[in-house]
């Protein structure tokens, strides 16, 4: 036992890569040592009060040995990598309230920071509300699928990367791995329309399907498209590539329109929101949830919206890079990501004002008609380019 007296002799910040158990190998990450440091502070001083109280105890050296640091500094690291995307849906969420309220001639909420409050004490509502449970339907089903959707949309939202030191982890197929995560909520919402044994839920979960499944497609496409040009899945790649030419969405304009069109529609959002179209069914697939499942699942589509922005502005607006920032030693590229991601969600808010709900048929047949089309030409335009050693 080392004879620690001050609290300074249990706060020394070291170094997160000199840490034996650190999980990133030789790259560093912002995140975490953020994390490393937090709990520098609430180790070093949980272990300096316990060791004033009983002296010579083995928990102090404990608290502060290498294993438990990483242990702790990996437990605050997964909340503060949920904090940042949950922050950014509240943001999102009050920007959505603010525009709409203007485009209404009116202000929006008002309520604490222009507004901001607001939300967060509707959450708060929400989650205090009853928890309204079926009685004649799939038990079974009705939880899993709730708590599958909103798991998938987390996760999801936690592996977009803000900047090349702001990660999860660094794979190679990062595009393909979230898209693949991204494609399993229909599956979801079918099976949760149909375990509530009520119409509307079921009208609203065949919806769902069958307008996401027709969008995905192209979807993919134009991803697989960007990937050629960039010639990776790999998200930092992808980015870096842009920063060595130019931004995608100049040589690959048609796929950029169509994503943003196909990104609303995967996110159910106005105007492609037919699966829970108030007017029409109640709440549709959403319809027998209440209390904090539904807050949750408002959540979860939330998070699926901020994917949707951020990957439009991984794959056409050159990511978290500005044309005339050349050294990110400060906060600037997750701030600049961030930035890009919430211009994204205000070109989607402003569409949402402009259009109103289309018919069932009629975003079925933009999905297979207009946008696969859309998708193949943008595909062949960027071959082009390919062969002609454009890009």
């Given at each position: 036992m080392v004879d620690y007296v001050s609290i300074r002799d249990w706060i020394n910040f070291p170094d997160p890569l000199s840490n034996p158990n650190y999980p990133f190998g030789d790259v560093y990450n912002l995140p975490y040592d953020i994390s490393y440091k937090l709990w520098e502070i609430i180790g070093g001083t949980l272990a300096w009060l316990i060791n004033l109280i009983f002296p010579g105890n083995p928990v102090s050296d404990w608290l502060v040995c290498a294993g438990a640091m990483n242990f702790f500094a990996l437990i605050v690291f997964m909340i503060l990598m949920f904090l940042v995307p949950f922050t950014g849906c509240l943001v999102s969420l009050w920007e959505e309230r603010k525009v709409?309220?203007?485009?209404?001639?009116?202000?929006?909420?008002?309520?604490?920071?222009?507004?901001?409050l607001q939300c967060v004490a509707d959450g708060f509502k929400t989650f205090m509300k009853e928890d309204i449970k079926i009685k004649e339907g799939d038990?079974?089903?009705?939880?899993?699928?709730?708590?599958?959707?909103i798991g998938t949309s987390v996760l999801i939202a936690i592996m977009i990367p803000l900047s090349p030191r702001w990660f999860v982890v660094n794979y190679g197929s990062g595009l393909l791995i979230i898209m693949a995560l991204y494609a399993l909520?229909?599956?979801?919402?079918?099976?949760?329309?149909w375990s509530q044994n009520n119409k509307?839920?079921?009208?609203?979960?065949?919806?769902?399907?069958?307008m996401m499944v027709s969008y995905e497609v192209?979807?993919?496409?134009?991803?697989?498209?960007?990937?050629?040009?960039?010639?990776?899945?790999?998200?930092?790649?992808?980015?870096?590539?842009?920063?060595?030419?130019?931004?995608?969405?100049?040589?690959?304009f048609i796929g950029f329109i169509t994503f943003f069109l196909c990104a609303t529609a995967e996110s159910e959002r106005a105007p492609f929101d037919l699966a829970e179209a108030e007017s029409e069914l109640v709440e549709g697939w959403q319809t027998e949830y209440a209390g904090m499942k539904w807050g949750l699942i408002m959540l979860a589509d939330y998070l699926r919206g901020?994917?949707?922005?951020?990957?439009?502005?991984?794959?056409?607006?050159?990511g978290w890079n500005l044309p005339f920032i050349g050294d990110y030693n400060t906060?600037?590229?997750?701030?600049?990501f961030l930035l890009k991601c919430w211009l994204a969600f205000f070109f989607m808010?402003?569409?949402?004002?402009?259009?109103?709900r289309v018919r069932t048929d009629t975003i079925l047949n933009l999905g297979w008609k207009v946008f696969m089309p859309l998708a193949i030409l943008n595909l062949m335009v960027v071959l082009a380019l390919k062969v002609g050693g454009v890009c």
């Amino acid at each position: 036992m080392v004879d620690y007296v001050s609290i300074r002799d249990w706060i020394n910040f070291p170094d997160p890569l000199s840490n034996p158990n650190y999980p990133f190998g030789d790259v560093y990450n912002l995140p975490y040592d953020i994390s490393y440091k937090l709990w520098e502070i609430i180790g070093g001083t949980l272990a300096w009060l316990i060791n004033l109280i009983f002296p010579g105890n083995p928990v102090s050296d404990w608290l502060v040995c290498a294993g438990a640091m990483n242990f702790f500094a990996l437990i605050v690291f997964m909340i503060l990598m949920f904090l940042v995307p949950f922050t950014g849906c509240l943001v999102s969420l009050w920007e959505e309230r603010k525009v709409l309220g203007r485009a209404m001639d009116r202000r929006g909420t008002m309520i604490g920071l222009m507004g901001f409050l607001q939300c967060v004490a509707d959450g708060f509502k929400t989650f205090m509300k009853e928890d309204i449970k079926i009685k004649e339907g799939d038990k079974m089903g009705f939880m899993w699928t709730c708590s599958l959707i909103i798991g998938t949309s987390v996760l999801i939202a936690i592996m977009i990367p803000l900047s090349p030191r702001w990660f999860v982890v660094n794979y190679g197929s990062g595009l393909l791995i979230i898209m693949a995560l991204y494609a399993l909520a229909p599956f979801f919402i079918l099976v949760s329309g149909w375990s509530q044994n009520n119409k509307y839920a079921m009208i609203g979960g065949i919806r769902a399907t069958e307008m996401m499944v027709s969008y995905e497609v192209p979807l993919l496409i134009i991803i697989a498209t960007v990937a050629l040009q960039a010639g990776t899945f790999n998200i930092g790649g992808i980015v870096d590539a842009q920063y060595d030419t130019m931004p995608y969405m100049i040589p690959q304009f048609i796929g950029f329109i169509t994503f943003f069109l196909c990104a609303t529609a995967e996110s159910e959002r106005a105007p492609f929101d037919l699966a829970e179209a108030e007017s029409e069914l109640v709440e549709g697939w959403q319809t027998e949830y209440a209390g904090m499942k539904w807050g949750l699942i408002m959540l979860a589509d939330y998070l699926r919206g901020y994917v949707s922005c951020a990957m439009l502005v991984i794959m056409f607006w050159g990511g978290w890079n500005l044309p005339f920032i050349g050294d990110y030693n400060t906060w600037i590229p997750e701030i600049v990501f961030l930035l890009k991601c919430w211009l994204a969600f205000f070109f989607m808010i402003i569409f949402r004002c402009a259009t109103g709900r289309v018919r069932t048929d009629t975003i079925l047949n933009l999905g297979w008609k207009v946008f696969m089309p859309l998708a193949i030409l943008n595909l062949m335009v960027v071959l082009a380019l390919k062969v002609g050693g454009v890009c």
